[in-house]
Every structure is written in structure tokens, then in C-alpha cells.
């Protein structure tokens, strides 16, 4: 079970590992911080998994057991909903009992703190020692915790809907949530805003079997199947899909999938002009480390300070509330993940997919895309997966690629000492004439991912150094594990 990691803590349900037992000694742990720190008050919201519900109710149950005013969504609701929540109505902290994009058998438990923003290491940290104390002392519960009213929902939809402001008489979108909680929010949004939406129907029921997918993750080609098919029989050309809770977005265009990178940046290119239009002059925009550079030149052009931050949307969130003599713009990460405006502070699918259906009204995607790379240059990524026989030897791979001597390596950056403001982190950054590698170790799986990322004149010879440099790594790699 991973305690605390990139996404707070998750694993496969099953005895000793992600259980009730689990989810209440979590509990505990999270109400001594608060009794600690003088808080009371408590929002819980759950998504669409097997077990989701029950798991949010035992929640609940051990913050009213530990005396604190907890609150519970009374249905299935996004992940940027919670964050929304505990904003809007002044909670002292928030928790939703989620596993995001992962395979069915997993569940996960996410806290946040009063600024609506995913606990950052400096609390997680100190959250980690307490669950782990917990562990060992009596659990006191009580089903005395309050039912939030639906308005809450229906107001974050509105507001949604008004910080998009969009006329979208005219689209037509095929959608779906995968099984998942955007059932009830993007269609709804949508079709506010005048869109002709057409429900993906096998997958509008929640069910965290996901069965009619092979993953419920839509950065995967093979969650966007019956999407596909059903944009063909309407012959639809735009094509959205979020995971089980909504805080991700995949998007298919004309038969074409967007990667997370491609998507962002046009976006990216809608809240600058947006922005500069307002002719304000203290615009941020935030990605992570491993996200396309392409966002660099299109900063720079109109004065807009691009910030980096580690790989986890919780470090845009933190650095857009520590921010905040700065308008913030846009955030955005590689892996499907949005946000722009006050409402939430993580990413947010419900919000990505009215700004990309606003983008879909204003011009054919693929060719925005295609005059931003003849503006920009062709700047194109990829996402390599190693995996190892255990999470040692996935550490000593990546510990030894810090002294890899390459002729062909021009530079080695490691985050973990610091760099250029970021916080430091664990992540490897290998600079080659032809591109850039980022290299980061799960540290809890026995994995490692690669991101590569060009930037060449044309398309072709930008495929061609993906492949150069995808063979590169995949070469030092195989030397030394």
C-alpha cells in the first residue's frame, strides 16, 4: 500500500491493505492533526468505486467519533467537487476516498487542507507519522455527521459554467465518464452552455467494475473504444471522456487523440489571450516539470511568467494560493490534468471539458495545433514505462543513472539537490542535442517512467528524434539494471 504518495494513500481492497481498518485508522490520524492544530470541521466525499460509499461513511463516522463536525457528500461527486467544497464553505480540512484512474480492485484515501489544496509533503509528512501512531490506539466512532444539502452541487455547477462562459449552440459532443462521478456534472454543464451532448449510454451508470472498459483511465487509448464508435455512428467530431473521479480529461478530436500536452497547450493558448485581452500584466502559468515546453515561447511572447513545480497537481494548487499577489492563468500537467480560476484547487475535468468544448466552438483543434507548432516549433513528447522485479532494483537503476557516463549526454540535472526554484524532488533531467529525458522513480512501485521531449523545425524530424532518443534511454537503461 502506498502511504502518502504522489496522490495520498491508496491500494488494493482487500485485508491488511486497503480496508476499513485502514480507512479508520487514516481517520484517526487525520483528526489528531486537526485536534493538534485547533480544527474542527470536516468534509468527506466519495466517487463511484466498489466499497467508495462505505469506506466515506467509516470516514466520517471516526471524525464525529473524535468529536469534529463532519460532513458528507450524499453522493458520488469529482474530486475537484471536494475541493470546491471545502473552499466554499469554510472547512478546516477535506478527504475523498478515491483511486483516481487506477484498475478496480484499488481504492484510496486524499486529504486536503483548508485552502482546498491536496496535502503538500510539509503536512503529509507529519500526517505519516500520526497514521502510523494511530495504528496502535483505540478508534472511537459515531454516525453523528451531517449530510451536506445537494445545493452545494448545483451552485459549483453553476459557477463552473459561468467562469467557462461559453455559447455552445451548434457543438455536438459525444461523452463519458467511464463509469464514473462526471456522469451527473459534464453532461449538465454542457448542455447549459447549449451544447448537443450525446451520452456514451453503457457507461453513464456507475459501476466501479468499470466493465466495459479495459481501464478506466482515459490517457489510454483503450478506455476511449466506445467512445470512438459512438462519435462515428453520430458522427460527432468531438469526443471527451473522465475517469472514475473526474479530475482528468481525454479527448478525441476528428478521430485524432489529444495527448494531455496537446490539449494543454491549446488551452494554454485560449486563458493567455483571454488574459492579455483583459490587459492586466501579472499573469502566472503553472505546469510540472515533466509537461511540454512548448508553453515556454507562448509565456514569454505575451509576458506571462511560467512557473515549474514537481510531477502532482498538489503543487500547482499550493504554489497558485502562495501566489497570490499574481493573477493566476492556467495550470496544467502532462497526464490529463487542468485548472483555471477560484472555484477548486486541483485539477479539474468537469472545468476542462467546458474550456475544451469553448476551444472546440472556436476553431478545428488540429489545425490550431498545427499553426502553433509552424509558430513555436513542433515540440512532441512520450511517456516510456520500465518496469522491474521490485522497487530496489527500480532505485538502484535510477540512483545509478545519476553517474551514467555518456558521450552523447551532454548534461545531467538532478531536482533532488535543487534547480532553478523548483522544489526538490526526485527527478532526473538528461540533456541531449536532439532533446531532453526526464527520468522518476515511482519509489513505491518497482517502476521508473521516462518522459522524452523535442523540439524540432518540422514533424518528421520531430519523430524521428523521439525515436532517436526513446532508443537512447531504453539502451542506458538496459546496461545497467
Given at each position: 500500500m502506498i502511504l502518502f504518495?504522489?496522490?495520498?494513500?491508496?491500494?488494493?481492497?482487500?485485508?491488511?491493505?486497503?480496508?476499513?481498518k485502514t480507512v479508520a485508522v487514516a481517520s484517526k490520524g487525520v483528526a489528531q492533526y486537526m485536534k493538534m492544530n485547533g480544527l474542527k470541521r470536516v468534509l468527506i466525499a466519495y466517487d463511484t468505486r466498489n466499497n467508495s460509499e462505505k469506506f466515506a461513511k467509516v470516514t466520517a463516522s471516526v471524525f464525529a467519533g473524535e468529536g469534529m463536525d463532519a460532513y458528507l457528500f450524499g453522493e458520488p461527486v469529482p474530486t475537484p467537487v471536494l475541493s470546491y467544497g471545502v473552499r466554499k464553505l469554510g472547512m478546516d480540512m477535506g478527504v475523498v476516498i478515491t483511486a483516481s484512474h487506477n484498475p478496480p480492485e484499488y481504492n484510496g484515501y486524499k486529504v486536503y487542507t483548508s485552502n482546498g489544496v491536496q496535502a503538500v509533503p510539509e503536512v503529509t509528512d507529519i500526517l505519516t507519522e500520526l497514521v502510523q501512531k494511530a495504528w496502535g490506539e483505540p478508534i472511537n466512532a459515531t454516525e453523528k455527521y451531517n449530510i451536506l444539502p445537494h445545493s452545494v452541487i448545483d451552485e459549483y455547477v453553476s459557477e463552473v459554467a459561468k467562469l467557462v462562459n461559453a455559447n455552445l449552440k451548434g457543438l455536438r459532443i459525444v461523452y463519458s465518464p467511464l463509469h464514473g462521478t462526471g456522469a451527473r456534472f459534464v453532461p449538465d454543464l454542457l448542455r447549459r452552455m447549449g451544447a448537443e451532448v450525446i451520452e456514451v449510454a453503457e457507461q453513464m451508470e456507475h459501476n466501479g467494475n468499470f466493465p466495459t472498459v479495459k481501464t478506466p483511465n482515459p490517457e489510454d487509448d483503450r478506455a476511449l473504444e466506445l467512445l470512438r464508435k459512438y462519435m462515428e455512428q453520430h458522427n460527432v467530431e468531438l469526443g471527451i471522456a473522465t475517469d472514475p473521479d473526474?479530475?482528468?480529461?481525454?479527448?478525441?478530436?476528428?478521430?485524432?487523440?489529444?495527448?494531455?500536452?496537446?490539449?494543454?497547450?491549446?488551452?494554454?493558448?485560449?486563458?493567455?489571450?483571454?488574459?492579455?485581452?483583459s490587459h492586466k500584466k501579472n499573469g502566472m502559468l503553472i505546469k510540472t516539470i515533466v509537461t511540454t515546453d512548448m508553453v515556454r515561447p507562448m509565456c514569454e511572447e505575451n509576458g506571462i511568467y511560467l512557473f515549474e513545480v514537481p510531477t502532482g497537481f498538489k503543487f500547482i494548487g499550493d504554489l497558485v494560493e502562495r501566489r497570490k499577489d499574481m493573477d493566476f492563468v492556467f495550470g496544467f500537467e502532462e497526464s490529463c490534468g487542468y485548472l483555471t480560476g477560484d472555484l477548486a484547487r486541483d485539477k479539474d475535468a468537469v472545468l476542462a471539458c467546458g474550456l475544451i468544448a469553448k476551444a472546440a466552438k472556436q476553431y478545428d483543434l488540429l489545425e490550431e495545433l498545427e499553426t502553433l507548432y509552424q509558430k513555436y516549433g513542433y515540440y512532441f513528447e512520450r511517456l516510456l514505462n520500465f518496469e522491474f522485479k521490485s522497487v530496489e532494483q527500480a532505485i538502484d537503476v535510477y540512483a545509478k543513472l545519476k553517474e551514467i557516463k555518456d558521450e552523447e549526454v551532454r548534461d545531467i540535472i538532478d531536482y533532488s539537490l535543487g534547480y532553478n526554484g523548483v522544489i526538490p524532488n526526485e527527478t532526473l533531467r538528461f540533456e541531449f542535442d536532439s532533446g531532453t529525458i526526464y527520468v522518476r522513480p515511482s519509489g513505491t512501485e518497482p517502476k521508473m517512467k521516462a518522459y522524452v521531449m523535442v523540439r524540432a523545425a518540422t514533424r518528421e524530424k520531430a519523430v524521428s528524434d523521439l525515436d532517436l532518443l526513446e532508443r537512447k534511454i531504453r539502451a542506458l537503461v538496459e546496461k545497467i539494471r
Open positions: 504518495g504522489t496522490g495520498g494513500i491508496r491500494g488494493i481492497m482487500r485485508e491488511g491493505e486497503f480496508d476499513e473526474a479530475d482528468r480529461v481525454g479527448v478525441v478530436y476528428k478521430n485524432v487523440r489529444l495527448t494531455g500536452n496537446q490539449v494543454g497547450v491549446i488551452l494554454s493558448k485560449i486563458m493567455i489571450d483571454t488574459y492579455v485581452n
